[in-house]
């Protein structure tokens, strides 16, 4: 290898030095910086020469001290954001519209006619029927505790059931407007009640919590 | 940083804030913050704009977090859309008065080599130094050294050829060693 050669090879292998020094090099190139390294007493001094700049690149990096107010900062501007695109849920009207179309002309008024059909007969069934073992939601805790609650709109239903079953709570009404539900809270006393809230507050799935119906010390 | 052993992994919080979940993105911040503040930092020498920048970045993520293909790294991502929201700042305000903060700034970093070195010792001459490349050169150095990038990642990042990383690193480099020999410190190569 003559003078030039080895002076390009040289250059080559000093710019691969800083990929070297980070863990980052592999394949040939690695194999070529640890054979250079073992055999030329110079390249361990141009070891030295970049393990220096490594250490001024992270002491000049690292004295660059980021605001101590960033994470809050930051949390309030993503509280503002509206979320990712996602997917919008579909209405049963939209669904059907969906559906509807790609069926052939015919079958979709037997679709049609058939679902006309079942909510006929669940009328007159229910209309005929004597039966009186079902409940009107809200009938049986017409005097009890509850409070109204806000929910994350993050907040996966599977959270918010695991937490409000986790506490025993029901909902009983909503959403009323403001994105209110009335939540049912089996409490016998103030105490009680204001423990319950407090720990439906802790959740993580609720926004906001306002005191309804409290009972009494 | 990918999460180690019992940690979750950048890929999976992305993934979760793609699904909604605004606690993922701030475990992210947390874990990059810093990181791509400073990238930014030294890319535009402004604390406002590596503030909003480095913001930006996340609210980014936040929006966008279900394109990430998982190709490259996490943080191989966050510091090219840092890049990318830099340069567009730097673009819209290249035209605005330098602020007197700037004017300083670029005062201080005028000294040649020789005034500076005489107060100084070999580190802190070579963290003069490395400030003192030009923005292409100082890029490629604080992406290997300090964010442990490699030639491929730097070139994602940068959104250039491989061999143009290189290049630039070969430069960089030699212009470190001319400036600390100039300065009278030693210096194998070049």
Redesign the interface.
Known sequence: MNDKALSNR???L??????F?????SGAELHEVEEWLASDP?AM??LA??E???????????A?R??AD??A???E???S?A????QPALSLRERLARFLPSMPVQAAWVAAGLAIAILVGQTVWLNLSERTDFSVAGTETADAPFAFVTFKE?AAIADVSAALGALKLKIDAGPLPGGLYRVVVPAENGAQYDDIVARLQETGVVATVVAGRRPAE | MSGGSGETSDADLVAR??????AA??LL??RH??RV??FV??QTGS?TM??DV??EV??EV?????RFEGRAQVSTWLLGIARFKALSMLRKRSEEALDEGQAEAVADGADTPEVVTMKDD??SA??R???GLSDEHREV??L???H????T?IGDILAVPVATV??R??YA??K??EALKAAGYD????
């Open positions: 040289r250059d080559r000093e710019a691969l030095l800083p990929f020094l980070n863990g980052t090099l110079d001094a141009s020469d970049a220096a700049e490594y250490s001024a690149t992270m002491e000049t990096n690292e660059i980021p605001p960033a994470l900062r930051f949390s501007a993503l509280e954001e979320g990712p695109q996602r993050d | 804030v793609a699904r909604g979940d605004r993105l701030r911040f947390m913050h810093a503040y400073r930092m030294r604390e590596a503030d480095a913001n996340f609210l936040w929006r966008q977090a279900a070999k580190a070579l963290r130094f490395v400030d150095v604080d290997a050294y300090y442990g990038k490699s030639v990642e290189k290049t690193m070969f480099r030699k470190l060693g210096r194998g190569w070049p």
